[in-house]
């Protein structure tokens, strides 16, 4: 064998070894990536099956919907969670590589529309939002509050909770360009509670009582508004697998639909998919 | 199609095109990338006894600017930066426009109408990865330039079952293709199914009429992926010049990932450039791993080594194969995504 033939061979195998995970480690794993909405049901349900299950490893990571698909397609997790269906550039990647990706619905989930406590605004219309989110109005007074600037927050454009806003809200429409583009949903409701000119929305999951949740269009964002669809501003919650869920995942997601998995979908804020009776 | 019907169906599309960019504007958002490839490369002819050469470049580098002027409406300038340039100043730096176009969503549904210098929609030339350092067959050829100006369209078809693209080219790629800037567009075809997951079938048709001759050239290409194995192949034929000339070529490019982060590489080449003289085609074989440092994310950067081994081989016995060994250390970085 050649010199260079021994040195490419050396570095084949030395490159290798550099990425090789702990095949040996003994446990199962699985990894979860995506988005932040569904992260506190996937973290919490996953804390429960491993407590279970004490041979099973669960890594739960955000990151956003986009960012979930996109590691489904590149083989670096087991589910992508996503709080928005994939685009149709994302199935035709999935599709060439050989994936082929299967939702399955394990939460439902409302878009609350939060301000600064101290906000005096009781309620907002979609069309208001549009035109805030928009640009159209930038002061609290040409929506029925105090005068002032709006600060707008947003999420990024990883999120599919952006991506579900942008379709339910702004229509397709751009967001403008002074908006602050957050990383997650914590982040957004954090920003909102410390910064009382300000407005955001987050999933139902996040809403707490430092920070005000208004009734768009007359309806408040409840568990029950979203559950029987009088809430406008509500989509499902999935779990993206590649093929039907098998194995480790299949066991995983059949918790998170059975009674004590959709129990913990509702203590943390979601509404469930399916009864606890 | 005669002048008169080019000349108005282009400024139609021109028209639709302002008319729509008119309408959304709004302020945008740009979006800052560059690439980097630091290449070390040895050749050597016949059997890699004694180095031709061996030396480190700059292979090419790629500064892109994108904007988005709405949510329809973007805008992408791509400049290409290598150090050194066989047909150009072999000693300094080197500087081309590769890319400049304005993309218009929304015109039709699930597609996009792009208008400026852009990849041509043929074979594998516009989906190319670079997953071997090595160019796509046709681009490595002289086939099909790899950035042409014109117009065309571009739609997915639902649920990812595949895409198809319409193009019109005026033949004026920064790279010629044996073929002289002249008034005659090219026109081009293109489709893509995904019947199941993990096999795309397609093929793609260009059509230049000439003076007194023609350029015709078709491809057909196959992908079947299922994890670890990813395996391209491509098949091409060309009809050119009066008397018209026939040409040949096939590409195999197996991909075998072994984790994540590491993939083994495979690739081989066939081109005849006239099937009716003999002794003119040749091989292309390559061999290699690509491991990702830093794994590149949309948005995010990424870091890469690439190690390649190429042989090309000549029908001709009198021509000597030619060997290169390439390591060549890939980077990425970007601002945030739109």
């Known amino acids: ?277 | 199609m005669g002048k008169l019907t080019k000349v108005v169906l282009i400024s139609f599309v021109m028209a639709l095109c302002a008319q729509y960019a008119y309408a959304g504007l709004a302020p945008g958002k740009s979006q800052f990338k560059a690439y980097t490839w630091f290449r070390y490369t040895v050749k050597a002819e016949g059997n890699f006894t004694e180095l031709d050469e061996s030396y480190f470049g700059l292979e090419r580098g790629y500064l892109r600017w994108e904007h988005a002027f709405t949510d329809k409406i973007k805008c992408r300038v791509n400049v290409d930066i290598f150090s050194s340039d066989k047909e150009a100043d072999p000693h300094g730096a080197g500087l081309k426009l590769k890319y400049g176009y304005v993309d218009f969503k929304g015109i039709i549904p699930e597609g996009k109408i792009t208008v400026g210098l852009q990849k041509p929609y043929f074979g594998t030339i516009y989906d190319w990865k670079y997953v071997t350092i090595e160019k796509s067959l046709e681009d490595k050829e002289k086939i099909v330039s790899s950035a042409d100006y014109g117009i065309t369209l571009n739609t997915d078809i639902s649920e990812g079952m595949g895409e198809w693209q319409l193009g019109i080219y005026n033949g004026e790629g920064y790279k010629k293709c044996k073929s002289n800037v002249d008034k005659y567009p090219a026109f081009t075809g293109n489709v893509r199914f995904i019947p199941i997951p993990g096999l795309t079938i397609g093929g793609s048709l260009l059509y230049e009429k000439k003076e007194a001759s023609k350029r015709f050239l078709m491809a057909g290409v196959c992908r079947v992926a299922r994890r670890p194995i990813d395996c391209w192949g491509e098949l091409i034929m060309t009809k050119t010049g009066k008397p018209e000339i026939t040409g040949f070529g096939v590409m195999i490019m197996p991909v075998l990932k072994l984790n994540p982060n590491f993939e083994l590489v495979g690739r081989v080449d066939y081109w005849d450039e006239n099937i009716d003289k003999e002794k003119d085609s040749h091989y292309r074989m390559i061999g290699g791993f690509n491991y990702y440092i830093v794994k590149r994310k949309k948005g995010k950067p990424g870091v890469m080594l690439q190690v390649n081994y190429e042989r090309k081989q000549y029908e001709d016995p009198n021509k000597e194969a030619e060997n290169e060994f390439l390591m060549q250390l890939r980077w990425e970085f970007a601002t945030n995504p739109f």
Not at chain 1, 219 to 241: C, H, I, N, Q, W
Request: charged share 25%; with cysteine.
């Open chain 1, 1 to 277: 064998m050649k010199a260079w033939s021994k040195i490419v061979c050396a570095g084949v195998i030395f490159a290798h070894m550099l990425t090789w995970k702990t095949a040996f480690a003994g446990k199962k794993s699985l990894t979860l990536t995506g988005s932040t909405t569904v992260l506190p049901i996937a973290q919490l349900c996953a804390e429960k099956f491993m407590e279970q299950h004490p041979d099973v490893d669960i890594s739960v990571r955000g990151g956003g919907s986009g960012v979930g698909i996109a590691a489904l397609i590149d083989g670096t997790c087991d589910i992508a969670m996503a709080s928005r269906p994939m685009k149709t550039k994302e199935l035709k990647s999935a599709r060439s590589k050989g994936i082929n990706p299967v939702a399955t619905v394990i939460a439902r989930d409302g878009i609350a529309v939060i301000v600064h406590p101290s906000n005096p605004l009781s309620e907002i219309t979609l069309v208001q939002l549009r035109d805030i989110y928009t640009g159209k109005i930038s002061n609290w007074k040409d929506v029925g509050g105090k005068s002032g600037r709006i600060v707008v927050i947003s999420r990024d454009v990883a999120s599919g909770t952006f991506e579900v806003f942008k379709k339910l809200v702004l229509k397709g429409a751009k967001t403008r360009a002074d908006a602050l583009m957050l990383a997650s949903n914590k982040a957004v409701a954090t920003t909102v509670e410390k910064t009382p000119g300000a407005i955001g929305y987050v999933g139902l999951g996040y809403v707490s009582s430092k920070v005000k949740a208004l009734p768009v269009d007359g309806v408040e964002p409840t568990k029950k508004t979203v559950a029987s669809g009088e809430y406008k501003l509500a989509r499902p919650l999935y779990f993206y697998t590649d093929g039907k869920p098998k194995g480790l995942a299949k066991e995983f997601i059949d918790f998170v639909l059975s009674s004590e998995g959709q129990k913990i979908v509702e203590e943390a804020g979601f509404v469930p998919v399916k009864s606890n009776e």
